[in-house]
């Protein structure tokens, strides 16, 4: 019951578990701060109401189109996931996505791969030019880390990095089935959204690093907190790392 509770609260809002107390201040944010600043919230809820006439409520469902249709039949790559961000174990559904900053006019470029059974970032990469090397390079060390990929599903937008050749022949050489939102739909990844709207709230606009090096390393040390120090209700109170161990110990169990 406890897996099927989370599953629900995540398919009706899946920022939900990424805008929970942490239980420590993050880098960057002010003394003795325990909950996320307010505005973390509301990035999260402006995220909601990006798509005109939603008003604040799940957003309706677009109509697949003639041209989705014809996207999906030109590559082979459907919307497997569904906007489903429910997963009963990790290394069963992973959502990547490339994120921008700008520091004095100089622009950085964040790739981050999450495995939506807890909100860890398993593995991120940054450069100063949206290559595909940035992408390629998260998605090898991501899958690195695990063996089983059978039943893995990669699931990002529509960027020109996930319909290269080069990046598809990864996937499918580790057996991952690739799943794409519907063109121009963000509520199709929304969890990996939200976590850089997060990011972006407790570290960057409240650090305001300014140089793009202080950038990369506070970026490196958030996703470190976020991964082992950042508690989440939706977690039973665990960080993303705590509540894996703890599961896949309990797994192990005779």
Request: proline share 7%.
């Amino acid at each position: 019951m406890r897996s099927s509770s989370r599953c629900l609260s995540i398919r009706v809002a899946p920022w939900h578990w990424l805008t929970s107390t942490p239980c420590q201040s993050p880098p960057g944010s002010p003394e003795g701060g325990h909950d996320p600043p307010e505005s973390a919230v509301t990035i999260n809820q402006n995220a909601r109401s990006r798509s005109p006439g939603t008003s604040g409520h799940d957003p309706p469902e677009s109509p697949v189109t003639t041209n989705q249709n014809a996207w999906s039949r030109s590559t082979g790559i459907p919307n497997i996931l569904q906007r489903d961000f429910c997963a009963t174990a990790p290394n069963q559904k992973w959502a990547t996505d490339v994120t921008e900053f700008n520091v004095n006019g100089q622009k950085l470029y964040l790739s981050a791969c999450m495995d939506l059974y807890n909100g860890e970032i398993v593995a991120h990469r940054m450069a100063r030019r949206p290559v595909f090397e940035l992408v390629s390079s998260t998605l090898q060390v991501a899958l690195s880390r695990t063996r089983c990929t059978a039943e893995l599903i990669v699931h990002s937008d529509q960027g020109w990095h996930y319909k290269m050749q080069p990046y598809r022949a990864m996937l499918a050489r580790r057996g991952v089935k690739q799943s794409m939102s519907r063109k121009g739909n963000c509520f199709d990844n929304a969890v990996i959204e939200s976590f850089f709207g997060t990011l972006k709230a407790e570290y960057f606009h409240l650090a305001a690093p300014n140089s793009l090096d202080a950038l990369e390393a506070g970026v490196h040390d958030y996703i470190s907190y976020y991964n082992h120090g950042r508690i989440k209700l939706g977690l039973q109170g665990l960080s993303p790392v705590e509540y894996r161990l703890r599961s896949t110990a309990r797994s192990a169990e005779p």
